[in-house]
């Protein structure tokens, strides 16, 4: 067996943060996992190197389903962003190990391929409809099938998704929150006119996706997926913060847009009712935020028993460990739907050398033994750790808002 013989934590910020646990055995194989928690790195850092890493030397790398097991029962305090990045972070470097060993990619040891790529989805935005679908019609040129479009709302600067860099977006910019304003009005107003004017001029076969990102009421939700049906979108995501998840009711009643929801998730029981009751058409939970392949595995069967596909977050705060992590899985199982992918930086991507690559609106995740993404430590510790924080919103009011 190839027995855990230690474990640590590479903290690096080429252009923004990213947590990596590295876990070495006696072969002298070892596996990398990603443990990055967008604004609250340093928490999930501390909680593998106090209270997981002691735990998992002598371990058999081999046996990942019982080491899962041991992390989540045993630290008691069960679930939350935290813990399950963490034991995410493990997960992941195990499969890797595993994968190593065998000298197969991670997606064979899952099952075989299901499909021959990953169908991914790029961001267009821009403050103005025309710049936004500028920006679309670009990522069309490189081939991309599917497409995320957020514009700029009139009267409103800072909107959630527009960015100043058209290539790359990056929300936590900041050494403390940066405020933002909201109007649930005139983003109402302003978003129908948007998918409007995007069909007129993209023609029908692109996918078109859309993220509210957690700003609306369910009726509101309603309203907006009903305004947004002419333009038939892939779908419309996070429409309303969703601890609530009965409230997802609602939003189905009205509309027959099709609904995503996840991205902050960790773990099968914040959507087994949005699942369960089929109030979802896509769940977005990520294998770094949602306890790693493992977990995510068993939450795409569930999922697949009642109609509802993956869509797994691929912001740029997942680093390119948890990037190749999700297109192993996303080869792997049935009921696929689409891939977030926000390209990372050349900074990034030099840190995190990796065999996946895109082409024809697809990422492959290459046929590299293991996770097939590896860390350049010396390149790693030229970026030191810098406090970076999400916005906030506040409405017209100053009353505080969903970001
Ligand atoms: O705001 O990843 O769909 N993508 C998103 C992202 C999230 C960030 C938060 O860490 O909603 O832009
Ligand atoms: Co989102």
């Not at 025309?130 to 099938?145: F, I, M, R, S, V």
């Not at 009421?217 to 998840?245: C, H, S, V």
């Not at 914040?270 to 595995?297: F, N, P, S, W």
Request: hydrophobic content about 40%; some cysteine.
């Amino acid at each position: 067996m190839p027995k855990i013989i230690a474990a640590k934590t590479i903290v690096t910020c080429p252009g923004r943060n990213f947590v990596t646990l590295k876990i070495m055995t006696d072969e002298g194989v070892y596996g990398i996992g990603d443990a990055t928690l967008n604004g609250r790195e340093p928490a999930v850092e501390a909680y593998l190197s106090e209270h997981v890493i002691p735990c998992l030397i002598g371990r058999d790398a081999h046996q990942i389903e019982d080491i899962w097991q041991y992390l989540y029962r045993g630290a008691y305090w069960r679930r939350g962003p935290v813990t399950m990045a963490a034991i995410a972070a493990v997960d992941m470097a195990l499969w890797d190990i595993k994968g190593k060993i065998a000298g197969l990619p991670v997606y064979q040891l899952l099952g075989g391929a299901c499909r021959t790529g990953v169908m991914v989805y790029g961001h267009a935005n821009g403050e103005t409809i025309e710049e936004t679908l500028d920006n679309a019609a670009h990522y069309a040129e490189q081939g991309y099938k599917a497409i995320r479009l957020q514009t700029g709302v009139p009267g409103m600067s800072g909107t959630y998704g527009v960015s100043k860099d058209k290539m790359f977006y990056e929300p936590a910019d900041s050494d403390l929150p940066k405020e933002t304003i909201w109007s649930t009005e005139r983003y109402l107003r302003s978003t129908p006119a948007l998918f409007e004017a995007a069909r007129l001029r993209l023609g029908d076969d692109l996918h078109l996706l859309h993220d509210v990102h957690h700003r609306l009421t369910p009726i509101e939700a309603g309203r907006l997926g009903k305004d947004l049906e002419p333009y038939r979108l892939f779908w419309m995501e996070d429409a309303t913060p969703a601890e609530n998840q009965a409230s997802f009711r609602i939003i189905r009643q009205h509309t027959t847009t099709p609904l995503a929801v996840g991205e902050i998730f960790n773990s099968i029981w914040d959507c087994k009712q949005l699942i369960e009751e089929q109030l979802i058409d896509y769940i977005r939970a990520t294998a770094v935020h949602a306890g790693g392949i493992t977990h995510l595995k068993k939450l795409a069967a569930f999922a697949d028993l009642h109609h509802v596909r993956t869509g797994c977050h691929g912001a740029t705060d997942l680093s390119p460990v948890c990037m190749g992590a999700a297109l192993h899985f996303d080869l792997s199982i049935p009921n696929f739907g689409v891939q977030e992918y926000m390209r990372h930086t050349p900074e990034t991507d030099a840190v995190f050398p990796h065999a996946y690559t895109f082409s024809d609106g697809m990422l492959h995740p290459g046929d590299a033994p293991g996770l097939g993404v590896d860390i350049d430590e010396d390149l790693a510790a030229k970026y030191p750790y810098k406090r970076a924080y999400l916005p906030i919103a506040r409405r017209l009011d100053g009353s505080m808002h969903d970001w």
